[in-house]
């Protein structure tokens, strides 16, 4: 059983950058963050595997960056020149080889989001 805490979220302005970091208990191969909004499907917004390949998703290509340190079991998102249309909840989500992305594995507690003026 892995656990992932997850912080970072919180209100800023449209334009303004905010850091999420989710902490897992152990190590794991695929890390990122699927996020909700209301109305809104559940989208994958990045992922990194524990080699370093990374994917995100067209929205936040040139804007938010993951990264992540393998010692820590921490992964991060770095999301900058953020816009209303990024305002969800944002879920950390790990998983290892022959998990299905977005069905199981395991997730966090989730950490709200607001881009706002």
């Known amino acids: 059983q892995v656990q992932l805490v997850e912080s970072g979220g919180g209100l800023v302005q449209p334009g303004g950058s905010l850091r999420l970091s989710c902490s897992a208990s152990?190590?794991?191969?695929?890390m990122g963050w699927y996020r909700q909004a209301p109305g809104q499907q559940r989208e994958l917004v990045a992922q990194?595997?524990?080699?370093?390949?990374?994917n995100y998703a067209d929205s936040a290509k040139g804007r938010f960056t993951i990264s992540r340190d393998n010692a820590k079991n921490t992964a991060y998102l770095q999301m900058n020149s953020l816009r209303p249309e990024d305002t969800a909840v944002y879920y950390c989500?790990?998983?290892?080889?022959?998990?299905?992305?977005?069905?199981?594995?395991?997730w966090g507690q989730g950490t709200q989001v607001t881009v706002s003026s």
């Open positions: 152990s190590y794991i191969y695929t």
């Open positions: 990194i595997t524990g080699g370093g390949t990374s």
């Open positions: 989500n790990a998983r290892n080889l022959l998990m299905r992305s977005g069905i199981d594995g395991y």
